[in-house]
């Protein structure tokens, strides 16, 4: 759909139907539809990554050059939600997931030049609370990566790179996490973005799209011409967007939906 970028990441999609996603190296926001191409919504974005919708209609970015989270409102007004964690600042917030309830979760792992300026000495998951509170989900020596929520908002999942898996917990109505369990083990490459659909299925960008059942059953692998980093869904879920490298794709998983030539 869109090419030429440097590395897209964090694709989401935005009721006016277009697809909002970062592309890191240029330090941009890009959004992208039918209608009007690409185009540049935010210079200077703090090297954003991955980014998330609320019910309001406000994204959620996590900014790993700035080491913050900030939600944009619809006024396009950049505020920052979190920057530290017990007076240290983040490795390099990574992707972010936004349960309808305005809880959050999001992951902050330390990869590259991240390593070197490192204060928190631990890969974090974290629960980001309507207040602004914030706790510690789960504290990894490996590195997690994307993150997303089941359908119904009480199943938190994490890809972690370093160990090709994805993780589970289980989170009540306060977003409080429990029964940590290790769900998918040996994915093919390494695990980055992932979604869920209506359905609880899990999509995994690795080296491919991989698609899981809710049990954590490989169900398909759809091939992709690059390598994808994350992925979002249409609103009706009969296609889907991925970010891969220098490109952003649009995939129909049933081809007979797809539009005809």
């Known amino acids: 759909m869109a090419s030429g970028f440097q590395f897209t990441e964090g694709p989401v999609w935005l009721p006016e139907a277009a697809v909002l996603f970062s592309d890191i190296p240029s330090n941009r926001l890009i959004k992208w539809s039918l209608k009007g191409g690409k185009q540049t919504v935010r210079e200077n974005s703090g090297g954003a990554n991955g980014n998330a919708l609320d019910s309001r209609g406000r994204v959620y970015t996590c900014e790993g050059?700035?080491?913050?989270?900030?939600?944009?409102?619809?006024?396009?007004?950049?505020?920052?939600?979190?920057?530290?964690?017990?007076?240290?600042?983040?490795?390099?917030?990574?992707?972010?997931?936004?349960?309808?309830?305005?809880?959050?979760?999001?992951?902050?792992?330390?990869?590259?030049?991240?390593?070197?300026?490192?204060?928190?000495?631990?890969?974090?998951?974290?629960?980001?609370?309507?207040?602004?509170?914030?706790?510690?989900?789960?504290?990894?020596?490996?590195?997690?990566?994307?993150?997303?929520?089941?359908?119904?908002?009480?199943?938190?999942?994490?890809?972690?790179?370093?160990?090709?898996?994805?993780?589970?917990?289980?989170?009540?109505?306060?977003?409080?996490?429990?029964?940590?369990?290790?769900?998918?083990?040996?994915t093919d490459g390494p695990p980055d973005g992932l979604k869920t659909d209506s359905k609880g299925n899990l999509f995994i960008a690795a080296n491919h799209i991989l698609i899981y059942s809710p049990k954590g059953e490989l169900q398909r692998r759809i091939l992709m011409p690059e390598k994808p980093s994350n992925l979002c869904f249409g609103p009706d879920e009969k296609a889907f967007y991925v970010t891969a490298r220098t490109s952003l794709y649009r995939v129909y998983p049933d081809a007979t939906q797809a539009p005809q030539p």
């Open 65 to 186: 050059g700035a080491r913050r989270v900030t939600r944009t409102g619809t006024d396009n007004k950049v505020e920052v939600l979190a920057e530290r964690f017990e007076g240290k600042r983040f490795n390099a917030p990574n992707d972010i997931a936004v349960r309808r309830d305005g809880h959050a979760w999001f992951t902050d792992p330390a990869f590259g030049k991240a390593e070197d300026s490192r204060e928190i000495p631990f890969n974090g998951v974290y629960h980001l609370k309507p207040n602004r509170e914030l706790s510690v989900v789960a504290r990894m020596d490996r590195r997690p990566n994307g993150v997303a929520l089941s359908p119904d908002g009480r199943i938190l999942y994490v890809a972690v790179s370093d160990e090709r898996a994805v993780r589970a917990w289980d989170i009540d109505r306060s977003g409080e996490a429990s029964n940590p369990r290790l769900l998918i083990t040996g």
